[in-house]
């Protein structure tokens, strides 16, 4: 994790990266039995994903032989099994491109100010087989998204304005490339 965290990405494209969940063993004070590690790697950049996969994978041999350098091995080594257990691909939609523009105008007519960022959403399989695709927020606030204490305010008039921005997408984007 640590080998993880002295990776510096590229400020562009985005990439980010996550030692989300780690775990293993039996007890505080027993030699654990396995040991496991899920990392969450995104990009906007299928060919930064895949640098950052390869990195991250030869951190995982690096660990492997230096653990097996300094620790006794006559009752076995220490071996590593790299699973992918998700799959979002990497893609982005041009901010020239027709369903942008559309949809930026659409939040604008609702007195939103468009807001473009690259995110780990369900447009990304449209985008990444080349299929112009964004994400619109549903109005209203919140904070602290992906975090436990994660929250949103639906009450309603701050709803509806940001469903309509919705609608007016969709229909400003009928048609459109």
Request: proline share 6%; charged share 20%; aromatic share 4%.
């Amino acid at each position: 994790v640590t080998k993880l965290y002295e990776i510096r990405p590229p400020e562009h494209p985005k990439v980010t990266y996550s030692a989300g969940v780690i775990g293993g063993g039996t007890s505080v004070n027993a030699i654990p039995g396995e040991a496991w590690i899920e990392i969450d790697m995104r990009s906007e950049s299928a060919e930064e994903l895949a640098r950052l996969d390869r990195r991250f994978l030869a951190i995982l041999d690096e660990a492997v032989a230096h653990e097996n350098g300094v620790r006794a091995t006559t009752l076995g080594k220490v071996s590593v099994e790299a699973k992918v257990i998700g799959e979002r691909p990497a893609g982005s939609t041009p901010r020239e491109a027709g369903v942008v523009q559309a949809i930026a105008a659409a939040a604008k007519a609702m007195g939103y100010t468009p807001d473009y960022e690259a995110s780990s959403t369900d447009a990304n399989l449209p985008m990444s087989l080349g299929v112009p695709a964004v994400t619109i927020g549903s109005g209203g606030t919140g904070g602290r998204a992906h975090s436990l204490d994660e929250w949103i305010d639906v009450e309603p008039s701050a709803s509806v304005r940001g469903m309509s921005v919705g609608l007016a997408a969709l229909l400003a984007t009928a048609g459109v490339k």
